[in-house]
């Protein structure tokens, strides 16, 4: 590990590995009482995300999660349960646990139906923030299939404005998709449905940064760039506003994440999200090698345009995340320094002896 000085206007950071990050992280969970396999579910889906550069959804998150825990609005040893199923579809019960361990355990059932029959399908209500999406739609395209994953619920906390307004109306739910390649990675796209996701604007409230013009409204509904008068994130253009609205039915309305048909359930808590999973399975349509080498000829293609000024050259969706998550396995993960402190702070007072840094 070796400590970076970086430009006065960028935070210090700290390098870690991988290993690192995930030993460090799997002992404070376990210190927090959750189940070890769980830790390690936890832990790997949020270093992941630090891999990739996605930093507002990597480990720096788990100190929330440890909070939820200790209030009691998250249970870290409650699984998935499975409330109804069909041979293609499933709607599951989160119940109140790990978001991270709901949503991998709902797309690995959504595998094994797509399997059989050709799609799958699985939805989680009542559960908790699952990190970052392009995992688990990354776990389908590991697998020869497409994958989608998205999060709804039935916008308690609104805290994105409809396009043509100043009111949040409106969730900024993620969606990711993942398309298998054969020898080049797998296409990714994973987005908000606002201009950037409000874990970003955390980013800069942290580092005292200004945000760039466009991404938010203060709670009068006034843009603003001073990331601590933030109140909602701006959408993705009237896109991103729609798309914010069907995310919501599919993660929401569609899994019951705020209310249940079965007669013997009791109404669900309105405020948990909600996750919808789905795997198709290509060789259900096509010979897998036959599309994978299709898909690599695309993706070829498209690396080979001509790049506009400004850019090096042309990149697929995910190809960038793919590649600087390559290079931090080989050179390590640079961690704001002060997000470094916090974890040590954490671990101490959760009585564990290591540390990072």
């Not at 950071?13 to 579910?41: K, R």
């Amino acid at each position: 590990m070796s400590t970076q000085s970086e430009p006065s206007a960028e935070p210090a950071t700290i390098t870690v590995t991988a290993d690192e990050l995930h030993s460090f992280w799997v002992e404070v969970l376990q210190a927090a009482d959750v189940p070890e396999d769980a830790a390690h579910t936890l832990t790997s889906i949020q270093v992941a995300a630090d891999l990739r550069g996605v930093h507002s959804h990597g480990t720096r998150a788990i100190i929330r999660y440890i909070g939820e825990m200790e209030s009691g609005s998250m249970d870290p040893a409650k699984g998935l349960s499975i409330v109804r199923e069909t041979p293609a579809m499933a709607i599951t019960d989160g119940n109140a646990g790990i978001g991270q361990v709901a949503a991998k355990q709902a797309m690995s059932l959504a595998l094994v139906k797509a399997r059989q029959s050709g799609v799958g399908i699985v939805g989680v209500r009542r559960s908790s923030h699952a990190g970052a999406l392009a995992y688990y739609s990354m776990q389908a395209a590991a697998a020869g299939m497409i994958g989608f994953a998205t999060s709804g619920r039935r916008v308690r906390r609104a805290n994105m404005a409809a396009f043509g307004s100043i009111t949040p109306l409106l969730a900024n739910h993620p969606l990711s998709w993942a398309i298998p390649a054969g020898e080049a990675p797998p296409i990714v796209l994973d987005m908000a449905t606002g201009v950037v996701a409000f874990g970003k604007i955390s980013l800069a409230q942290r580092d005292g940064k200004p945000l760039p013009p466009g991404w938010a409204l203060d709670a009068a509904g006034q843009p603003t760039e001073d990331a601590t008068q933030a109140a909602m994130v701006l959408p993705l253009g009237a896109k991103g506003s729609a798309l914010s609205l069907v995310m919501s039915v599919l993660g929401g309305f569609l899994v019951a994440s705020g209310q249940s048909r079965d007669s013997d359930l009791p109404d669900l808590d309105t405020d948990r999200p909600g996750h919808f999973l789905m795997a198709i399975n290509v060789e259900h349509f096509v010979r897998l090698s036959h599309f994978q080498a299709e898909i690599d000829e695309r993706i070829h293609e498209i690396r080979n345009g001509t790049p506009a000024p400004g850019h090096e050259r042309v990149y697929v969706p995910g190809e960038i995340e793919w590649l600087l998550a390559e290079r931090r396995r080989r050179e390590g993960i640079p961690m704001h320094a002060g997000d470094i402190a916090d974890f040590n702070a954490l671990a101490a007072r959760l009585g564990v002896s290591s540390t990072l840094g």
